[in-house]
């Protein structure tokens, strides 16, 4: 029985795209929150906590991106065709909040401000963007022969757009959470608050994509609620219940401080479990598998083997980064 090199790809794209999904969504989730916050101070004590890794969190997304064109060549054709609007604004959105981020350090008090909402702008847009690509991609893709066949504007639909809002609210309460982790009153009480807000608004989102789904794709339904796939695909919204309980319990406890954060991580993995789930093994929803998209084994094996170099040394300096600046960050400290 040989390698199946296609499966060992997805698992690598997948795995890339939860790691940029956890790292990069709480930076970006610190953008989202600063109109929560409107004390200076409290808001460079926010930066500061992401400012020595925020870049190299966008490591994985370029990771995933390179791996999906040189892998799945066919998945990387339809996804930039069919999405090419909202992933074009995604990337002004991360340039964008990139650029603010490095100059609201530099910038002179009264330009301090426009910084401020470039960085909120810039963290919204593509955060939103990101929610209506992942909705495009639950909903499928219009592809004749090896082409994508749909219009320029087909990823505007309401599902979509919901999509986009509600990832905005996960990302924001990632955030917050790590915010809990990495700050000291006043604004880690602050964030104990505005994270149970926005627990409640990611259950309803949660809710509202679940029934909305398998409504709309008779193929997720049958995939969700049929005997005995039941049985084995109960303990994901069981598990989110479990946790969403466990994580309203550790931010009213004045002690805890890590565990919110991991608990936010494990809700954000079961909703991403959940959207493989519903996909499953198709790469282009709705009818295009992995292994029709891939592209030849020579040419996955080659890439492999990079792959297979580069990610413990990803996976390292990721590591160590994280390590070294560990710890709670105060008023007046920072790495700038």
């Known amino acids: 029985m040989g390698i199946d090199l296609s499966l060992i790809w997805f698992v690598i794209i997948v795995f890339s795209t939860l790691m940029y999904i956890v790292m990069d969504g709480f930076d970006l989730g610190i953008g989202i929150l600063f109109p929560f916050v409107r004390d200076p101070h409290d808001r460079d004590v926010m930066v500061n906590t992401v400012a020595p890794v925020w870049d190299g969190n966008e490591t994985w997304l370029v990771l995933g991106g390179a791996g999906l064109f040189g892998a799945f060549p066919l998945a990387y054709a339809v996804i930039i065709d069919a999405l090419t609007i909202p992933l074009t604004l995604m990337l002004i959105g991360l340039i964008f909040r990139g650029v603010a981020f490095e100059f609201r350090f530099k910038a002179v008090a009264a330009h301090r401000a426009f910084w401020d909402k470039s960085f909120v702008c810039g963290s919204i847009l593509a955060t939103f963007c990101q929610g209506i690509v992942v909705g495009a991609v639950l909903n499928g893709f219009s592809v004749t022969g090896r082409r994508f066949s749909g219009g320029a504007l087909d990823w505007l639909t309401p599902f979509n757009l919901f999509c986009g809002v509600g990832l905005v609210v996960a990302y924001a309460l990632l955030g917050a959470s790590w915010l809990v982790m990495k700050s ?5 009480s602050r964030m104990r608050s505005v994270a149970k807000t926005l627990l409640l608004a990611l259950l309803v989102v949660l809710a509202i994509i679940s029934a909305w789904t398998p409504f709309a794709h008779a193929a997720v339904a049958q995939r969700w609620f049929s005997l005995p796939n039941l049985y084995f695909l109960l303990p994901v919204p069981v598990l989110v219940v479990l946790f969403s309980l466990g994580l309203w319990r550790r931010l009213s406890n004045p002690t805890s401080h890590t565990l ?17 789930i519903s996909i499953w093994p198709n790469i282009i929803p709705p009818d295009i598998t992995l292994w029709e998209a891939a592209a030849p084994p020579a040419s996955q094996g080659f890439m492999l083997v990079g792959a297979l170099l580069i990610l413990p040394v990803i996976l390292m300096y990721t590591f160590w980064s994280y390590y070294v600046f560990r710890g709670k960050v105060q008023h007046g400290e920072g790495y700038h």
């Open 260 to 276: 919110p954060f991991v608990l936010t991580l494990g809700l954000i993995f079961l909703g991403f479990s959940g959207l493989g």
């Open 184 to 188: 000291e009153d006043p604004l880690l």
